[in-house]
């Protein structure tokens, strides 16, 4: 099975912030990778697909890059509404996993 | 506009058994694989079961392979998960999820509002 493994799994930033999140795969998984915000009591909601497709209607400020093994999303400029924990997920192979997550916080 | 809505959530005993559906509207619903996600109170996702368009296809987590059976029903536009042998630590929100699209594209959006689970004494 895919282990994906993110860092860090809590990160403080400000508003305006450009922010980071890592996604190391423990095999290639070529460019399989997606990337989803959940908000506190909502439902996840798909940002990035394919390492780095954006989603209709997400803003441009998220970007997705990697393949292999390591995957970044990056927030160009933290906003008040990213505020939320974000997980990778691959589509190599099943058994599908995710990552364990990254919750971003106000500092 | 597309819409997942969940039903059949509740408490239940271990050892129990209880029928979560997912009723699909909005788009060709026999056209794509559908998918079922958990999350643990506090606790990250785990993917749980996707089902291929036809339903002749079945993935499960080994964490519920052989107590869950998910099936659809594409003339009604439903998605069924059925869980038996209920244990404490499947108690969590289950969601299901619609791909963007086909084979190889099956990432999730959007998601069911989710329905909880609780399995306790």
């Known amino acids: 099975d895919i282990q994906l493994t993110q860092s860090p799994p809590f990160l403080s930033a400000s508003v305006g912030d450009r922010v980071t999140i890592t996604c190391r795969a423990s095999q290639g998984i070529s460019r399989s990778l997606g990337w989803y915000q959940q908000e506190p009591g909502k439902a996840p909601k798909l940002l990035i697909y394919?390492?780095?497709t954006l989603q209709s209607g997400v803003p441009s400020r998220f970007s997705g890059s990697g393949s292999g093994t390591e995957f970044t999303l990056t927030i160009s400029s933290l906003q008040p509404e990213d505020f939320a924990t974000y997980y990778c997920q691959h589509l190599d192979s099943y058994p599908l996993t995710f990552g364990g997550g990254t919750k971003v916080e106000i500092k | 506009e597309v819409q997942l809505l969940q039903s059949g959530g509740g408490l239940v005993q271990p050892g129990g058994s209880l029928r979560l559906s997912c009723a699909a509207s909005g788009f060709t619903f026999s056209s794509l694989a559908m998918t079922w996600v958990r999350q643990a109170p506090g606790k990250g996702l785990e993917w749980v079961s996707t089902?291929?368009?036809?339903?002749?296809?079945?993935y499960y987590a080994d964490s519920v392979k052989g107590r869950f059976i998910v099936s659809r029903d594409n003339y009604k536009n439903t998605l069924n998960l059925q869980m038996n042998s209920l244990r404490v630590d499947d108690t969590a929100v289950y969601y299901c999820g619609k791909p963007i699209g086909g084979p190889g594209v099956e990432w999730l959006d959007p998601w069911g509002l989710g329905t909880l689970v609780i399995v306790s004494s």
């Open positions: 394919t390492a780095s």
């Open positions: 089902i291929s368009r036809r339903g002749d296809s079945i």
